[in-house]
């Protein structure tokens, strides 16, 4: 892994692991790692990585990792697929909806991605901070969903999930 990728991904572990609101903040979290950056560095990075800063329960900001679209290059993509993979933490079902958990701050990307599933069983999403609400069609088959959602969701919570879904 060059400079670069091994600088975005401490940017991404720190940013998935911490309510990092500031460039500031960003920059002595990355000096602590052994990872000093000029602040053009920095937000090179963080718009490659399409950072956006949400608002937390504690009314600051803090920046989250877009986890859906298309990334500038491969390596904020591959980043971007860790954040997606990182940002779910659980996922329940019942016969009209399916309720998705996320970090707070990446609801809203999830949703992005699951709207893009193409599949008459999914009607919508509504999403908010840590929580995606999908409503299903009357006749969604739980097994198909459940399919449906396996690129999207880590092996190991979609497996903790399954029995929602049988």
Same mark, same amino acid.
């Given at each position: ?10 940017? +991404? ?69 860790? +954040? ?14 399916? +309720? ?31 929580? +995606? ?34």
């Amino acid at each position: 892994m060059n400079k670069r990728q091994t600088r975005l991904a401490l940017i +991404v572990k720190i940013l998935l692991n911490n309510s990092i609101g500031s460039q500031e903040e960003l920059m002595d979290a990355l000096e602590r790692n052994g990872c000093n950056v000029t602040q053009a560095t920095l937000s090179r990075d963080l718009k490659s990585l399409r950072t956006s800063k949400v608002a937390t329960e504690l009314g600051g900001y803090r920046y989250v990792i877009a986890a859906n679209g298309t990334a500038a290059d491969e390596v904020a993509t591959q980043a971007m697929n860790t +954040v997606r993979q990182a940002a779910i933490l659980s996922i329940a079902a019942n016969s009209q909806m399916v +309720v998705v958990k996320t970090r707070n701050g990446y609801a809203g990307g999830v949703a992005y991605d699951i709207d893009e599933i193409s599949s008459p069983y999914l009607l919508g999403t509504i999403a908010g901070a840590d929580t +995606v609400f999908v409503a299903l069609s009357k006749d969604a088959p739980l097994p198909e969903i459940y399919e449906l959602f396996k690129d999207l969701v880590p092996p190991a919570v979609l497996e903790k999930g399954q029995h929602y879904f049988l």
